[in-house]
């Protein structure tokens, strides 16, 4: 029974079973991830098959470190509710509040104290801590886990919840689109489509664009008053426009 992992028995009293048939279907499920010696395991469940249970009883039972990744901040709100059973939620900047304003994404952009040192001040470095140093189940979303799982450790169980869009996150993940518009401060007009001739291109102008970003941040670092919008704004357009161009630099044909 759910209790058996050290859940509520009034709240989760048995494991759901099938409305129909009866039978106990969530430990079905369970019982086929956890004793597959093969290394994945497909499982189709319906709404409402709280699968977030189900994720928390494998990990315990097998006693590794584990991350069970979402699609939408929605469904990783619903894996957040098992905090009190040793779940961790970890998630990007931008969901944390910075100690002097803003996100911690527009904290770190201005030079937020709390980031100096180990850091910890911070309020989503010490998230991150936080799921490092888990021993249990973490929770986080496909764009956070590809871009920085790297922070968070290692792990001996990844479940994928809605594993129908992993393939898709990861494609617009690798992938990138550079518009005209976003360049033409830097002479773009007359470029092809050859990816060796883009390259040289990056080699060429990305350090002229990190040094704009740089100069916009060091002026925002100086402003007693928080950042305006459109400010922060443009430091993260020259921030994803570098992280594109990046990309073009390390692609190979």
């Known amino acids: 029974v759910p209790s058996d992992f050290g859940l509520d028995s009034k709240e989760y009293p048995s494991f759901r079973e099938d409305p129909?048939?009866?039978?106990?279907?969530?430990?079905?499920?369970?019982e086929l991830a956890i004793s597959n010696p093969k290394r994945f395991t497909a499982i189709c469940a319906p709404t409402g098959f709280c699968k977030s249970v189900a994720a928390l009883v494998m990990q315990k039972y097998l006693g590794v470190r584990g991350?069970?990744?979402?699609?939408?901040?929605?469904?990783?709100?619903?894996?957040?509710?098992?905090?009190?059973?040793?779940?961790?939620?970890?998630?990007?900047k931008d969901n944390y509040e910075c100690q002097t304003e803003g996100t911690c994404r527009e904290g770190a952009m201005r030079g937020c104290p709390a980031t100096k040192g180990a850091g910890l001040g911070c309020t989503y470095n010490h998230a991150r801590a936080c799921a490092k140093a888990s021993v249990g189940l973490v929770s986080t979303n496909y764009a956070y886990w590809i871009r920085a799982a790297q922070g968070i450790?290692?792990?001996?169980?990844?479940?994928?919840?809605?594993?129908?869009?992993?393939?898709e996150v990861l494609g617009s993940q690798l992938g990138m689109r550079l518009y005209e518009t976003e360049l033409k401060k830097y002479n773009v007009s007359e470029m092809g489509d050859s990816l060796g001739e883009w390259q040289d291109w990056v080699k060429e102008n990305s350090a002229d664009?990190?040094?704009?970003?740089?100069?916009?941040?060091?002026?925002?670092?100086?402003?007693?008053?928080?950042?305006?919008?459109?400010?922060?704004?443009?430091?993260?357009?020259?921030?994803?426009?570098?992280?594109?161009?990046?990309?073009?630099?390390?692609?190979?044909?």
């Open 20 to 30: 129909v048939s009866g039978r106990p279907v969530q430990l079905e499920v369970i």
């Open 209 to 253: 664009i990190k040094q704009d970003m740089e100069v916009l941040k060091a002026g925002l670092k100086l402003k007693s008053k928080r950042a305006t919008k459109a400010q922060v704004e443009q430091v993260f357009r020259l921030e994803a426009i570098i992280d594109k161009l990046d990309k073009v630099r390390d692609a190979v044909e």
């Open 153 to 167: 450790g290692e792990f001996g169980l990844l479940i994928l919840d809605e594993a129908h869009v992993a393939s």
């Open 67 to 92: 991350v069970v990744l979402t699609a939408t901040k929605g469904l990783q709100d619903q894996y957040k509710k098992m905090e009190r059973y040793g779940l961790t939620d970890i998630r990007g």
